[in-house]
């Protein structure tokens, strides 16, 4: 029985952990040049792949030496910089939008006097809206006293018919 309950505790763990791993899904690197040899923008990644409203998306981008710009519905026009020791790659940091819908978004990047779009690059997912909800009444509510009053006379129910049972167990 142990066994069981710690293998059913290791996979729901597993389980947890795997679905919530964002998956980093990129574009097939491409590199265009035109005749003055300027590369175009190739391989959008942002990571995480799933992220909340308010929080951090990291957006790199190969074929972007000189740095450039990320635009997106879900987020403000973020400056892309390069990254040192990285032949052609820029980075950026966006800030999701706290009012951003949950769904799938593109993102746009503008570099080089070129312009590549990644659609679904990432998607927002919602969060919970805290507030007051219940909690406005003060005290019980005459639900609440009929639950717990049901709650109780169960418990004590169960408690007499255990009771009888074991005294019933020491007669014979």
Partial sequence: MRNSRALAAAAAAVAVLGLGAPVAVADAPVTVSDGGGVASPS?????????????????TVDGCPNGGHATSNAFSRTHLTPVSGARGTSRGTATVNSDARPGSYDITVHCSGRTLTRSGAFTVIGGVRGGLGGSSTTGATPTDMAIGGGLVAAAVAAGGVFWMRRRAEKRI
């Fill in 43 to 59: 391989n959008i990644v942002a990571l995480p792949s799933v992220i909340a409203r308010g929080g951090q998306l990291t957006i």
